[in-house]
């Protein structure tokens, strides 16, 4: 079983709407969860970081729940400019020192 | 700053043939990470180096070799291509990890290699 899950989508929504991504991870060690956003044929780069409270960025909202070992994603107001695939990270400690865990991605695609 | 370099942008090669790919970050990180990106599988790690003098192996390090040669340059390399190795391969840098901290990892542009 992967460490991290995602729905790999297509998700197609037009401009303007509301979107969740969810995501699973397997390791209850793990310590700190990212979302990171992959434009087509670029680099990976951090969106956000996910914290315990839940946080949010402009039109960006992150929520971890560890007791059900879950993280999502909300996108309000959705832009063609948020098109890209977005991936969940997740560090984990081990013994031989530590890791991050990518998933597979979910993939947007924002429509006019 | 630069950020994370990579070198170079595309390569092809003929099975059998060895390359090295260079990797090197300006933001006085202690760990690097080589990945690859396959259509399906997503990102995954092929070495990564926790710091100057370590490397260790990643979930898919079988055809590879890794040199951390400094702190700032850690090169992937080929010595036998196969066309199974054909991917875009990313390198990546990290401060050091800190209890609590939550440190993001910041990734080069990337190379494009075709083993044909």
């Known amino acids: 079983r992967k460490e991290v899950e995602q729905d790999p989508g297509p998700f197609n929504v037009p401009e303007g709407a509301t979107v969740a991504f969810n995501c699973t991870y397997s390791?209850?060690?793990?310590?700190?969860f990212f979302w990171y956003r992959q434009d087509c044929r670029k680099e990976p780069k951090l969106l956000m970081s996910?914290?315990?409270s839940g946080n949010e960025d402009g039109r960006f909202t992150a929520q971890l729940n560890r007791a059900s070992q879950y993280i999502s994603l909300l996108i309000r107001d959705s832009k063609l400019s948020d098109s890209a695939t977005y991936l969940c990270v997740v560090n984990m400690v081990s013994s031989s020192g530590y890791a991050l865990n990518f998933g597979k991605g979910t993939s947007l695609l924002v429509t006019p | 700053n630069a950020g994370v370099t990579q070198t170079p942008k595309f390569q092809v090669l003929k099975t059998g043939q060895s390359m090295t790919l260079q990797c090197a970050q300006d933001?006085?990180?202690?760990?690097m990470y080589w990945y690859r990106q396959d259509p399906g599988m997503g990102l995954r790690l092929i070495y990564y180096s926790a710091s100057e003098g370590t490397t260790d192996k990643g979930e898919v390090p079988n055809g590879y070799n890794v040199s951390r040669l400094n702190k700032r340059e850690f090169s992937l390399r080929l010595e036998s291509a196969a066309p199974s190795q054909t991917s875009v391969y990313f390198c990546?840098?990290?401060?050091?990890?800190?209890?609590?901290?939550?440190?993001?990892?910041?990734f080069g542009p990337g190379t494009r290699l075709t083993v044909t």
């Open positions: 990546a840098s990290r401060p050091r990890w800190a209890q609590g901290a939550s440190y993001e990892q910041y």
């Open positions: 933001m006085n990180h202690n760990s």
């Open positions: 996910v914290y315990s």
């Open positions: 390791n209850s060690a793990s310590q700190s």
